[in-house]
């Protein structure tokens, strides 16, 4: 492949994607019509003139058939008057009219044949024009549409949604470790409290039991209201048990 094909080609494709490029759809829809409307107005234009040739054809067909008529009727009124050179010439005369109808009738012919394939290629077009003229407006709001749409994703691509919505989610986790920290919070708080107050109860419930232990060492008596909350009463065997365990720490504390 020599240099200036190369060279060529490189061109061609460049001016190629450059027409593509530049190419809109709804323009090239709309001048596509307008061509094909310029067609039909030159072929229009063709089919009048073609129909105008034929009648002038069949004219001078009919009028080549009405002189050859008229030269073989002199032809015969010039036989029944006995000049027989006047009914040659006329008989002459009769011929070249006849000839020139039958040449007539070819071109006649002929050009039937081209006005009706004229005729044919017109209303054709015209189909196709309507046809087009259809298209288009459907063409025209796909191309509309498919344009918003590109407009569209050319937009939400220029927004930058991911680190956006990279954002979103890490607040949103954010949010959550908040809420868990004070949660832990309130239930840290809450169970400090609830362990104050069993310690008070557990300390009221010792105490309680020193001050009936004491009584029953000093000989008191110990009243209902007093009694554990069970409301089991102490055995005798139970209460002096109970003396000699308190006797018995007594010793063991004043030992040295």
Known sequence: MG????????????????????????????????????????LRQAVAT?????????????QALTEANTWQQRAQLALQKGDENLAREALVRKKSHAETAETMKVQLDTQS??????????IALESKISEAKTKKNMLKARAQAAKAQEQLQSTIGSMNTGSAMAAF?????????????SQASAELAGSGLEQQFAMLEAGNNVDDELE?????????????????ASGATTSPKKAVT?????EELRK???QP
Do not use: Y
């Not at 073609?50 to 069949?58: E, F, H, S």
């Not at 009936?212 to 554990?228: A, D, E, I, T």
């Open 3 to 42: 240099l200036f094909d190369r060279i060529a080609r490189v061109i061609k494709a460049n001016l190629n994607d450059l027409v593509n490029k530049a190419e809109d759809p709804e323009k090239i829809l709309e001048q596509s019509i307008i061509d094909m409307q310029e067609d039909l107005v030159q």
């Open 169 to 181: 989610e890490r607040m949103e986790e954010k949010v959550l470790q908040m809420e868990a920290r």
């Open 212 to 228: 009936q232990m004491k009584r029953q060492l000093s000989g008191g008596s110990v009243n209902q209201s007093q009694l554990p």
């Open 242 to 246: 109970g003396l000699d365990e308190l």
């Open 252 to 254: 063991q504390l004043d």
């Open 113 to 122: 044949g081209q006005v009706e394939s004229l005729k044919r290629n017109l």
């Open 50 to 62: 073609a129909i105008a040739t034929q009648k002038r054809t069949q004219k001078q067909h009919e």
